[in-house]
């Protein structure tokens, strides 16, 4: 059963494995690692190469060849038919440059709703006063999506900063590149700028208030909700493939 519950809740559904590999794999193909006319290894092959499971390497399958990627001829093989284009419903929007949006996902899930809780307890008012400048600054006039995707991962790096540990610091900077690139593919989403300057404000009134326990459910929250936006943005273009 979907949709909303009585109250208006909607169930968070987080990405797919056969739609971070399905990424990947058109990742490769338009990096030029198979040209268009090549034909791919088998599904066991590609299964056994991605570390998945058969059925998951099928569906990805499914889901470039519905794209007109790749096409399937029952009995020879699975050859790439376009690997230059760059269509507006292209599963590109799940890649992160090298790694998957999943990926991506998995660490922020794992580091930023801890940073949030520890920069709640270990803070200083300058730390509040850069996190304030970076809301305000991204929320002006003017400010292009490119301004606003540095604004957003500055934001979520000073927060990190601010938890005081030197080891979380240096492996949050590693997601920088990964960030902005993912960032730059979903800021155009309906409204997407807009839940994330109203997360981000319900994140600093928790660090604000030195309220770790608050800090770590809203930086959560914010997390699902941005995954929640790029998964229904998704659904959109495989919906309208099928």
């Known amino acids: 059963m979907s949709g909303k519950s009585q109250t208006g809740i909607v169930?968070?559904?987080?990405?797919?494995?056969?739609?971070?590999?399905?990424?990947?794999?058109?990742?490769?193909?338009?990096?030029?690692?198979?040209?268009?006319?090549?034909?791919?290894?088998?599904?066991?092959?590609?299964?056994?190469?991605?570390?998945?499971?058969?059925?998951?390497?099928?569906?990805?399958?499914?889901?470039?060849e519905a794209l007109g990627i790749i096409?399937?001829?029952?009995g020879i093989g699975t050859f790439v038919v376009n690997g230059n284009g760059n269509g507006a419903n292209s599963i590109s929007l799940l890649s992160a440059g090298d790694v998957t949006a999943l990926e991506l996902f998995e660490v922020r899930y794992s580091v930023e709703p801890m940073?949030?809780?520890?920069?709640?307890?270990?803070?200083?008012?300058?730390?509040?006063?850069?996190?304030?400048?970076?809301?305000?600054?991204?929320?002006?006039?003017?400010?292009?999506?490119?301004?606003?995707?540095?604004?957003?991962?500055?934001?979520?790096?000073?927060?990190?900063?601010?938890?005081?540990?030197?080891?979380l610091k240096q492996m949050y900077e590693h997601l920088g590149p990964?960030?902005?690139?993912?960032?730059?593919?979903?800021?155009?989403?309906?409204?997407?700028?807009?839940?994330?300057?109203?997360?981000h404000l319900r994140i600093l009134d928790a660090i604000r208030n030195s309220d770790p326990s608050k800090a770590k459910k809203e930086a959560l929250a914010h997390l699902r909700f941005a995954e929640k936006d790029l998964v229904s943005e998704f659904d959109k273009f495989d919906h309208a493939d099928n």
């Open 115 to 167: 940073a949030a809780a520890m920069s709640a307890e270990r803070r200083t008012a300058q730390d509040i006063r850069n996190l304030t400048t970076i809301i305000e600054r991204s929320r002006g006039e003017g400010v292009s999506s490119n301004e606003f995707v540095d604004l957003d991962f500055e934001f979520h790096k000073l927060i990190v900063h601010s938890s005081k540990n030197r080891l």
């Open 71 to 74: 096409v399937k001829s029952h």
């Open 178 to 199: 990964h960030h902005a690139i993912y960032s730059a593919k979903v800021i155009s989403i309906p409204n997407r700028r807009e839940k994330a300057y109203e997360g």
């Open 11 to 64: 169930p968070v559904r987080q990405l797919k494995l056969s739609d971070a590999v399905a990424a990947q794999l058109e990742e490769l193909i338009r990096s030029g690692n198979f040209s268009s006319g090549d034909r791919l290894p088998s599904e066991r092959e590609l299964a056994e190469q991605f570390q998945v499971g058969r059925g998951s390497m099928r569906e990805a399958i499914r889901k470039l």
